[in-house]
């Protein structure tokens, strides 16, 4: 059974920086395309950023410059550094595994981006 775990995630002021893991029990990480997804409350969950089994990335408009999606396949973990933290990037924060045709779905971490 695949599981993703989010960690990471918490309360930081606007222009902070978080880094978001998320671990897999799987080692068929290795030749899975990772991503994370972001939901605010209300709002349907987007795509935030993608990274493939050859570490190609790719990334949200609203993101580009400011968040760095990274792969460690020794230790099946995705990160997510977050720079230069809006109010606006306040969101429920999950990790996607796609592999054989399938989806598979951390729990989510919170960020909220608050003075």
């Known amino acids: 059974q695949v599981q993703l775990v989010e960690s990471g995630g918490g309360l930081v002021q606007p222009g902070g920086s978080l880094r978001l893991s998320c671990a897999a029990s799987?080692?068929?990480?290795?030749?899975?395309?990772m991503g994370w997804y972001r939901q605010a409350p209300g709002k349907q969950r987007e795509l935030v950023a993608t990274?493939?089994?050859?570490?190609?990335?790719n990334y949200a408009d609203f993101v580009k410059g400011r968040f760095t999606i990274s792969r460690d396949n020794a230790k099946s973990t995705v990160y997510l550094q977050m720079n230069s933290l809006k109010p606006e990037d306040t969101a429920d924060y999950y990790c996607k595994m796609a592999w054989g045709g399938m989806d598979f779905w951390g729990k989510g971490t919170l960020v909220t981006v608050s003075s």
């Open positions: 799987t080692s068929i990480f290795r030749i899975s395309a």
């Open positions: 990274i493939t089994l050859s570490g190609i990335t």
